[in-house]
């Protein structure tokens, strides 16, 4: 750490500390925090089981920068190297198409010793697993129907792949010793405008409830359920749409998933988590950026993604919410992506933990919406980098841009060598 590093960041504590706070004690509440961080950023979505089949699910992600990952063991060495360039523990975020096998095995047949060396991999780097069945880019799917379809010899199939996963996770979850979650997204629904939007969901919900059926330790495993407004190809209905699963996970105490992409383009999901906290059992976060649509674009440190830093910290919420991380650009290098996507994910929490939300909260309640105004727009200008830098120096991870020369390198030495 530079002489230079503390000296700002000591003086910038000392003017935090005028207003109450404690900025050591928000950097150990940070490093206490773990971000989900999606494997498929690192190779656009595809996996290691059925690669030649085209991304489907009303899923899309554009660009044709060099250096995807093609393999496991390249999958691990590049998050390695993201890991390094980001402050914490964290955990990695596994779809079933990520299956590590030589096997031919099909995805209702899949048991956790396919994913063993990912398991084995994640206890030598000290991070946790969460999970997800991959209900798109398949055969069964290409319909654009799933857990909902109609035929229930399809709807077996993904039962049975979804309950499969459900397995997988638990074993993640006892074999770390930390709770993986796993998250049922389905891509189910209509191009054009339905005649009987009932049926499908009735569907769905039986569905679900036979995969949930089995309780599992919620020590070492919880189920998430994820809903969508539109995809491509569904863009008059979606099956599990926010209504339906906010209805499903409050009565089934399921973690309900809220994805920044998945609503109307002017909707935010920080403004739900102070509702859905006060009845959902806990809450997952694809944290996401939509541009115009559900783009899934990387995480920026915009004003959507500091309200819901804030929106957790203020209201206490990050004991149950989960924060998985959930976008894909195949048009700047990968790696580089999760790193930009994941310090911002946490400079946000940072930042709101500097806030003085004491005095702001006294001030609202008294009245005074002059000094609560004044006090936040004050407050964005406060030395939150000094803080940030000397969190990143304290983590042994590079200050500021110097992680963009690692990338560089290991783009040279490592991505451009792959075919
Ligand atoms: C799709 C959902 C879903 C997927 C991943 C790959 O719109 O957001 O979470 O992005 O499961
Ligand atoms: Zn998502």
């Known amino acids: 750490m530079t002489q230079q590093i503390e000296k700002n960041y000591e003086e910038a504590k000392k003017l935090y500390e005028q207003h109450g706070i404690d900025v050591e004690q928000a ?56 890991f390094s360039l980001i402050p914490g523990k964290h955990k990695v975020n596994l779809h ?96 054009d405008i339905p005649v009987d939007r009932m049926s499908p969901r009735q569907r769905l919900k039986d569905s679900l409830d036979e995969i949930f059926a089995e309780e599992l330790d919620p020590k070492v495993h919880l189920d998430a359920v994820e809903s969508k407004l539109f995809g491509l190809g569904s863009e008059a209905y979606v099956v599990g749409s926010h209504e339906f699963y906010m209805g499903y996970g409050i009565r089934n105490n399921k ?28 809450i997952l976060l694809h944290v996401s950026r939509p541009m115009r649509w559900d783009s899934d674009h990387v995480v920026i440190l915009d004003d959507e993604l500091m309200d819901i830093g804030r929106e957790l ?47 702001l909260k006294k001030a609202e309640l008294e009245g005074d ?8 727009e004050e407050f964005k200008s406060y030395p939150f980098g000094a803080v940030w830098d000397y969190y990143c120096a304290k983590m042994g991870v590079p200050v500021r841009e110097q992680w963009l020369e690692e990338v560089k390198a290991y783009e040279k030495a490592v991505l451009l060598k792959r075919g």
């Not at 995805?107 to 396919?114: A, C, G, S, T, V």
Request: with cysteine.
């Open 96 to 191: 079933a198409i990520y299956a590590d096998t030589d096997e031919r095995v099909e995805l209702d047949r899949l048991e956790p010793r396919h994913f063993q060396s990912w398991v084995d991999w994640a206890k030598a780097q000290g991070l946790g697993l969460d999970f997800n069945p991959t209900c798109f880019s398949h055969e069964k799917s290409k319909d654009g129907f799933t857990l909902s379809h109609p035929d229930p010899e399809i709807r077996r199939f993904w039962i049975d792949h979804c309950k499969a996963s459900r397995k997988i996770g638990a074993y993640f979850g006892e074999q770390l010793g930390q709770t993986c979650v796993t998250n049922v997204w389905i891509p189910d629904g209509f191009k």
């Open 255 to 282: 973690l309900i998933c809220l994805d920044a992409g998945h609503f109307h383009p002017t909707e935010t999901i920080s403004g739900k988590l102070s509702s859905l906290a006060l009845f959902a059992s806990g």
């Open 369 to 376: 919406y002059t000094t609560r105004l004044a006090l936040m």
């Open 313 to 359: 910290v203020r209201n206490d919420l990050l004991g149950k919410t989960h924060i998985g991380l959930d976008f894909f650009d195949a048009s700047i290098n990968r790696v580089a992506a999760w790193v930009i996507g994941t310090r911002n994910t946490i400079k946000s929490l940072l930042r709101a933990m500097l806030e003085p939300v004491e005095t």
């Open 27 to 82: 950097l150990k509440r940070l490093e206490q925090i773990k971000i989900s961080m999606h494997c498929w950023q690192g190779d656009d979505v595809r996996g290691f089981l059925n690669r030649d089949q085209e991304l489907t699910g009303g899923i899309s992600v554009t660009g044709s920068y060099p250096g995807a990952a093609r393999t496991a063991a390249e999958l691990r060495a590049d998050l390695e190297k993201a």
